[in-house]
């Protein structure tokens, strides 16, 4: 390292000069208002106060010179390099500011806006009222199961006691399975879910409480009353000591769950031949209650002012339903229902045509929402 030189003249030392540094110091200023950007201060920050600007290389000149000449040239150079970082400071300090306000601008998510989201479609009211219905079931105690759509003439006829002839199996209204080579299969779409019942107390250990939801199939023409393909909740219960005392507590159990506690419910005498004795279940009308009967100035819509609807039919198990699936009779004893879940629907949910139920049309079903 050479001496100091004491010769030296800060003045004569150019970048030492007073005018010099002030130079420096203004240009150092203006390029730093003048940065519009971080980007550009960063820049402006190398090239003003870095190790190779102008006022640092000048700071270096000042070791230099002769001591006495040190702090008149220090005080100029750091007065200027401090007051350089000042402007660096308080500009830096600016431009954030702007970038966070533009980025709260241009960054902004308007949450109101409307969104171009997908419809979520809703599942169908049959489903979702099947599953209502069988819940109903299951919160007393009884399992729900299936039995296949096409199903063998044996379990949907012969175990149910329709004798050969019995107008059921020959009337238009069973679809019948053609086997491969044209001739008869045995096969049918079954006509009802009375099968599944068969098929439960074959499989299953005694006692059984069970309900069997699902799609049955008769040749009817589509229209506001009646669809080809349609959907019941059968129940079955076969255990010791039963009696149709039990089978009135469960319908009015459903009823109460479904459309409401305090309804009456009454059996109407019919005949199944899977069941004897066999009956149609009432429900008193939900809407007039009965007030309608008989005030023609008053008419009810949903029980054509009878005071009373259908909701299905039910009966004391056959013994030979029991017999040809191989339960004791004189130790067990049952009863069935069949309820239809159309007709739930549509008492229960105020649809009017069948046709409804059966188009697929998303305004249809999505009117019933999300019900899971
Ligand atoms: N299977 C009958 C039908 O489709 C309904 C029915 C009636 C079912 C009485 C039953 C019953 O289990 O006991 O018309």
Redesign the pocket.
């Known amino acids: 390292m050479s001496a100091p030189n004491n010769q030296y003249d800060p003045v004569e030392v150019t970048p030492l000069h007073p005018d010099e540094v002030a130079r420096m110091r203004h240009e150092a200023l203006a390029a730093i208002a003048a940065a519009s950007t971080l980007e550009e201060l960063k820049q402006v920050r190398l090239a003003h106060a870095g190790d190779r600007s102008p006022l640092a290389l000048a700071n270096r000149e000042i070791g230099a010179l002769p001591p006495s000449a040190r702090a008149d040239a220090g005080k100029r150079v750091g007065g200027a390099r401090r007051e350089v970082g000042e402007a660096l400071k308080q500009r830096q300090a600016e431009l954030e500011e702007e970038r966070d306000a533009r980025v709260l601008v241009e960054e902004a998510v308007d949450v109101t806006l409307p969104t171009g989201r997908l419809p979520q479609g809703g599942r169908h009211p049959v489903t979702t009222v099947a599953e209502r219905m069988a819940d109903i079931f299951v919160g007393m105690g009884f399992e729900v199961v299936e039995g296949p759509e096409v199903e063998a003439e044996w379990y949907n006829f012969d175990a149910l006691n329709f004798l050969p002839d019995h107008p059921a199996r020959t009337m238009q209204d069973t679809f019948f399975v053609e086997s491969p080579s044209g001739g008869e299969s045995g096969l049918v779409l079954r006509?009802?879910?009375?099968p599944v019942?068969v098929r439960a107390l074959l499989e299953r250990d005694l006692p059984v409480y069970v309900v069997a939801p699902g799609k049955?199939f008769r040749t009817d023409e589509l229209d506001a009353t009646h669809t080809p393909v349609f959907h019941?909740l059968?129940?079955?219960v076969v255990d010791e000591g039963i009696t149709m005392g039990h089978l009135k507590g469960a319908i009015d159990e459903f009823v109460h769950g479904m459309f409401g506690s305090g309804l009456a419910t009454r059996f109407r005498p019919s005949y199944?031949p899977?069941?004897e004795p066999?009956a149609e279940v009432d429900m008193e009308c939900f809407v007039c209650r009965g007030a309608s009967v008989g005030d023609p100035a008053n008419p009810c819509r949903t029980c054509s002012s009878e005071g009373w609807i259908e909701v299905?039919?039910?009966?004391v198990v056959n013994p030979r339903v029991l017999t040809a699936a191989g339960v004791d009779t004189d130790r067990y004893s049952g009863?069935?229902?069949?309820l239809g879940v159309e007709r739930t629907l549509m008492f229960a949910r105020g649809v009017e045509d069948m046709r409804d139920m059966v188009e697929g049309d998303v305004r249809f079903t999505s009117a019933f929402g999300m019900e899971i």
Not at 191 to 194: E, I, L, M, R, Y
Not at 312 to 315: A, H, I, L, S, V
């Open positions: 006509t009802h879910t009375s019942q049955t019941q059968e129940g079955l199944f899977f069941t066999s299905g039919g039910c009966g009863w069935a229902f069949g």
